[in-house]
């Protein structure tokens, strides 16, 4: 009698376990991305280590016993944490692209650029999103008053809900930046008189300079040693930014334009960034390599790579060596990327 009684309970427990008559749809949120070509062991696997459910055993039993099987699509979904076995099979059996709108956001675009990006995935308008928000002010970092959120839009992937608005993803953005630029050590800029908000600007143009990662540190010890010997930047990129042309060469009209964004004839900073830094360069930016380097420009034959010097004898001689070999590719840009 007390084995028949011992099985019963143990037949109770088996049943409450597997098929949670209480159980809730579970809390908060988590994006979870499903292989392709993963098993479902693995599936059960990744959702009870995501805390999407509470045990991968059981979850694979009731998805077996649902006639899920093998039919878990593959991409992105976004669960709840402590969900019923139930609820989260109902929600993978629809499939991922139901569940999440993933939008990826690269290292140094524009707000222009973004919201170009973005266009038609998004609720609302992005450009305008991006102009200002609550959750940010720019003059906290020492931007000046008016500034607006060019360079404080985190470069990374978002998982969104579908039908999410311009203004969730700003509100991502803003966030992301603040949890990175947190960790951030300003004191070697500090040290030189900087402000964090000039910290991003130059975070920016590094973003935008730089092909190799190795090389961050050596542009941003470039713009440091300009900016102190009171020299231009020579940056064309900020004045592209200005115009808004990032591909179309720059006419001579340009070049002598006075823009405050043309750092071939201002000296120092231009006002703003100039895009939206990840996290690399506003290191780099941070803490630039200790050189004398005052110039750089493109190796002929690379994908990128800059020939740094200290003076002008050297600069001219990379220039020329450059040239040259444009002149043999027959006027375009010599690198082999």
């Known amino acids: 009698m007390a084995a028949l009684t011992l099985a019963g309970v143990v037949a109770a427990w088996f049943a409450f376990s597997l098929w949670q008559p209480f159980h809730g749809r579970g809390h908060g949120t988590v994006a979870v991305t499903i292989p392709r070509g993963a098993t479902l062991g693995e599936v059960a696997a990744l959702l009870e280590r995501r805390g999407v459910v509470a045990d991968a055993g059981f979850f694979e039993l009731r998805a077996r016993l649902a006639g899920l099987g093998s039919r878990i699509e593959a991409g992105t979904y976004r669960l709840r944490r402590d969900m019923s076995y139930g609820a989260a099979i109902a929600v993978l059996s629809k499939g991922a692209a139901e569940h999440v709108l993933r939008i990826t956001i690269p290292e140094g675009l524009s707000r222009r650029e973004i919201a170009r990006l973005v266009q038609g ?4 308008d992005y450009l305008a999103a991006s102009r200002a928000s609550p959750l940010l002010d720019p003059r906290s970092y020492g931007a000046p008053a008016g500034a607006g959120l060019e360079g404080f839009l985190y470069p990374a992937t978002y998982d969104l809900r579908p039908g999410a608005s311009a203004e969730e993803l700003v509100a991502r953005q803003l966030r992301a930046f603040e949890r990175a630029f947190a960790g951030i050590d300003l004191s070697y800029a500090r040290s030189k008189n900087l402000t964090p908000y000039d910290v991003l600007i130059i975070a920016s143009m590094v973003e935008r300079e730089a092909r ?13 040693n300009r900016l102190r010997a009171g020299m231009p930047l020579g940056i064309d990129a900020t004045l592209r930014y200005a115009l808004d042309n990032w591909t179309r060469p720059l006419r001579l009209s340009e070049l002598r334009s006075p823009s405050p964004y043309n750092t071939r004839l201002r000296v120092g900073l231009p006002p703003g960034p100039i895009g939206n830094p990840g996290l690399a360069s506003l290191r780099a930016a941070a803490n630039p390599a200790r050189t004398s380097f005052l110039y750089y420009v493109v190796k002929p034959g690379s994908c990128g790579e800059h020939a740094f010097s200290a003076d002008a004898r050297q600069f001219a001689r990379d220039v020329a060596r450059y040239q040259r070999a444009r002149e043999r590719a027959g006027g375009r840009s010599p690198t082999t990327c």
């Open 212 to 224: 190799l990662a190795r090389e961050r540190p050596l542009i941003a010890s470039v713009i440091y």
């Open 121 to 124: 995935r998004l609720r609302g």
